[in-house]
């Protein structure tokens, strides 16, 4: 095992040891490095003002990847490069492009969200992907301005497009390179700080023994939920067992008939391929979070948080997804819909964690729609996210499986309404007298999100939506072409 943690910041070799296993990187940088560039706004990962690029080994190149620092443990980087907005001018002072893009369209007024935007865009360039006007709203979603600069600052990334890489930026992604291949360990790392733990190992088997020896300890993916158990709800976290560095848990595997994701695959990583084969669901994912928030966020860990409205397990739901469970060396593979038993409480034993989900790919003719009701279109938790895939045969109703998220304690299917539709023709009456069946499967609460009337009503609705967009052309029901993969 290793006792200290290795990575790059801003080009240089940064080794950490005796630090508290959940620190942050933003509070580490400021208060630490005194780089405080990166800006503290609302420590849980909605405002990115503290974004920051973090590039990882991928076959032998590196891949860059805007993430909010503010809920990152500095203990998950072994093994990265950190790239803050210090480290961006070159050796005699002049800003980077990007940054010299933002000062050219007046991309900046208040300049404390600048940071994050900057860094934002900095990590789509090392990467040479470029952004249109509609490509660059996603880009920037995950990074609010509050005094509404966001026309100047999308010219930016805009004028951006065709630009390449200089020779300053062409040296950092080889330097890079060089160093990360020269630190790369394949240890576990464990730190210890007044008697916490954490540990991160970088197999899968190790990973298994290491849960199943530490039965209590918290697991963290991502911790694009976990940070924030962290920086809002104080929780002290004992042990900590990291599965981040795990490469063998990071595969998508795209079979004839199933595709299958590993724990560590982040929904960045996820969601072209899913959209692919369900191109609704790409659309829905678009909208989890944003940018940072899906580059850090698993699939999976989005599934085994249990959570009532997490956007992907009433659609994995539908679509007939099973997930593997491992504890130890042995393994067993349930139906999704079986994994939520009640609010907070899943079929998962203590030292067995979830090792992987499978998405069937025959789908029996059966057209999946997936519809996420929010507050805000992007950035923005569901109030109800609702999943439907119907097959219709001869007019008639074949195969229903319908699940919602935000109507019930638990991701749960519709089982009335999928009765009442069984069997019977697929019209307008049908869904009519099929409507009132959700109020046998669901009693929705009131909260901040929405009230159960409310909730109530946007079901039944978005059966009779889903009913308009199967029996009528996208271009009637739907604006199409508004995100990344279009019907
Ligand atoms: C700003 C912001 C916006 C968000 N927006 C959305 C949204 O729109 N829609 C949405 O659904 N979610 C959203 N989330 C929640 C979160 O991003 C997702 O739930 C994400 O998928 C969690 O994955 P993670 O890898 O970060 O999990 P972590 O935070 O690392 O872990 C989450 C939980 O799952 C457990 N866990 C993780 N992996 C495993 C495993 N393999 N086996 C067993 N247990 C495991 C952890 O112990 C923990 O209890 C948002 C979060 C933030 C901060
Ligand atoms: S401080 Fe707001 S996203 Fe990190
Ligand atoms: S420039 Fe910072 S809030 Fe708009």
Same mark, same amino acid.
């Given at each position: ?15 950490? #040891? ?174 210890? #700080? ?294």
């Amino acid at each position: 095992m290793q006792s200290e943690i290795t990575f790059l910041l801003n080009g240089e070799i940064c080794t950490v #040891s005796n630090i508290d296993p959940t620190t942050t990187l933003l509070n580490w940088l400021r208060n630490e490095k005194l780089l405080t560039g990166s800006k503290e706004g609302c420590g849980e990962g909605d405002c990115g003002a503290c974004t920051v690029a973090v590039g990882s080994l991928d076959q032998g190149r590196v891949n860059y990847k805007a993430v909010n620092a503010c809920i990152q443990f500095v203990a998950m980087l072994e093994g990265k490069s950190v790239w803050t907005i210090e480290g961006l001018k070159d050796a005699s002072g002049h800003l980077h492009p990007v940054q010299d893009a933002f000062v050219q369209t007046h991309g900046t007024q208040c300049g404390f969200c600048t940071p994050g935007f900057v860094m934002s865009l900095f990590a789509a360039h090392l990467n040479e992907e470029h952004y249109n006007k509609q490509e660059a709203d996603t880009l920037f979603a995950g990074n609010l301005c509050r005094c509404t600069g966001y026309g100047t600052i999308v010219t930016a990334a805009e004028n951006m497009q065709g630009v390449g890489l200089d020779q300053t930026d062409q040296t950092r992604i080889q330097n890079d390179t060089t160093l990360l291949e020269k630190i790369k360990s394949a240890k576990t790392v464990c730190l210890e #700080s007044d008697g916490r733990m954490f540990y991160s190992p970088a197999n899968a088997d190790d990973l298994a023994d290491l849960y199943a020896a530490n039965p209590e300890a918290t697991i963290v993916a991502g911790a694009t939920d976990v940070g924030l158990w962290v920086t809002k709800q104080h929780r002290e976290l004992p042990c900590v067992i990291h599965l981040g560095r795990v490469e063998d848990l990071k595969y998508i595997k795209e079979e004839d008939d199933k595709l299958v994701f590993g724990a560590g695959v982040t929904h960045t990583d996820a969601m072209p391929v899913l959209a692919k084969y369900f191109p609704d669901l790409g659309e829905m994912m678009r909208r989890l979070g944003a940018v940072q928030v899906r580059n850090s966020g698993t699939l999976v860990g989005n599934i085994a948080n249990g959570s009532p409205i997490g956007d992907t397990p009433p659609a994995l739901i539908v679509l007939g997804a099973t997930i593997t469970l491992r504890h130890g060396d042995k393994r067993r593979s349930i139906a999704l819909e079986d994994f939520f038993i009640a609010y907070g409480k899943q079929d998962r034993a203590k030292g067995e964690f979830v090792e992987s989900v499978e998405v069937p790919l025959d789908q029996a003719g059966a057209q999946a729609r997936f519809y996420k009701i929010s507050k805000r279109f992007d950035q923005d938790i569901s109030a109800v996210c609702g999943c439907f895939n119907i097959a219709i045969e001869d007019g008639q109703v074949k195969e229903a499986r319908i699940a919602f998220g935000g109507m019930a304690a638990t991701p749960l299917r519709a089982k009335a309404v999928e009765a009442a539709l069984l069997g019977n023709p697929w019209t307008e009456a049908t869904i009519d007298a099929a409507v009132d069946a959700f109020e046998q499967d669901y009693a929705p609460i009131s909260d901040m999100r929405a009230t159960a009337t409310y909730r109530m009503l946007v079901s039944k609705n978005l059966l009779r939506r889903y009913f308009l967009e199967t029996s009528h052309s996208p271009e009637q029901t739907r604006m199409v072409g508004a995100g990344a993969f279009s019907l």
